[in-house]
């Protein structure tokens, strides 16, 4: 039977050799009583990475943003986020059903908001009529944007008009060490004008569950009683916490080759007529014509990915595929194409 090259997502890894020796000699607590070692340095970790006071470790970025907008906001009031980020298009509604926070969405070419079209969102301040703009959410790298990496000039721009508008900042920054990476800027950097920023250990650190929120630590304390409501405190974590450490310290320079099979795999695509536009981190879009029956025609010669419109085809690079993939992938494009 033919391997299958499976793109369909980041998160289908699975944990190395290495770190699986990691998380079983990982030293044990109960986090939820606050003296798992292995969490415990782990939060310590990512919030100096960060440059955040303090962090709290969760079990899927989907918590770590919703934990970020109920902190940061009370009902009735407004987030403000481009219409394709995944608070609004894959996190059912949690913003809503659990935090009382309405989503006001808007638009920008592959993920990134302009500071005009921030200003016209943000509602008037006082008016009774209107919900209060309290949280501005920003996603990097921006998955339905194609892995985009949020220019920084533009990323300080927002931030001061929304602190200039009383509303605090938060990074969704499920793949930001995708963008660390690949901009040679630091985490540090990238966080700096936010409240709280979080990214995932499940995505490209190829980690098998975990995401981390920082911050103030007044903010994350509140976070823990929201993790705690959520259902989202753990006990022994540090068994995870092990697999984002072992991944932390082995798990991101490689970044770059994901980012690299990427382009190459793009620019083969594009000799082959199919459009793309180029990415910058590991998330590749091709343009091809009904695109569910592709993708079916696609798993037929071997390769598995997601329709992400009627259109569009979304593949994902990880750690799990290897150089072959590049070839591979091209050649059932080719196949695909000819039915």
Do not use: W
């Not at 919030?47 to 918590?63: D, H, I, N, Q, R």
């Not at 005009?116 to 920003?138: K, V």
């Not at 037929?300 to 992400?308: D, L, P, Q, R, Y």
């Amino acid at each position: 039977m033919r391997a299958m090259i499976d793109l369909r997502s980041d998160t289908i890894t699975r944990p190395t050799p290495a770190m699986l020796a990691a998380m079983s000699s990982a030293p044990l607590g109960d986090d939820v009583l606050g003296d798992d070692p292995t969490v415990i340095a782990l939060e310590r970790r990512c919030a100096a990475l960060a440059g955040k006071e303090a962090a709290v470790f969760v079990p899927s970025g989907t918590m770590a943003n919703l934990i970020a907008i109920s902190v940061h906001t009370r009902p009735g009031d407004e987030v403000v986020l481009h219409e394709h980020a995944h608070p609004f298009l894959y996190e059912a509604g949690g913003a809503s059903a659990y935090a009382g926070a309405q989503l006001r969405t808007v638009a920008g070419p592959r993920g990134v908001m302009t500071p005009d079209a921030l200003m016209a969102a943000i509602r008037p301040y006082g008016d009774p009529h209107f919900p209060r703009s309290r949280l501005l959410c920003l996603e990097d790298t921006h998955n339905r944007g194609g892995g985009k990496i949020q220019p920084l000039e533009n990323t300080d721009k927002l931030c001061a008009i929304a602190r200039s508008a009383g509303m605090a900042t938060h990074l969704d920054g499920a793949r930001v060490l995708n963008a660390v990476v690949a901009s040679g800027e630091p985490l540090e950097r990238r966080a700096r004008d936010f409240d709280t920023v979080s990214f995932c250990f499940s995505k490209g650190l190829g980690c098998p569950a975990g995401s981390i929120l920082c911050g103030p630590k007044d903010a994350i304390a509140e976070g823990r009683r929201v993790r705690k409501r959520l259902g989202g405190a753990m006990r022994q974590a540090g068994v995870l916490a092990g697999a984002a450490l072992h991944a932390l310290e082995h798990h991101v320079a490689r970044l770059e080759e994901d980012h690299r099979r990427a382009r190459e795999t793009a620019m083969g695509l594009m000799i082959d007529g199919f459009q793309i536009e180029m990415p910058e981190t590991n998330i590749l879009q091709v343009d091809v014509p009904d695109a569910p029956a592709f993708v079916e025609r696609l798993r037929e010669h071997g390769v598995s990915c997601f329709a992400i419109g009627p259109g569009r085809l979304r593949l994902v690079f990880h750690l799990d595929v290897g150089d072959e993939a590049v070839d591979g992938v091209i050649r059932a494009f080719g196949a695909a194409r000819k039915g």
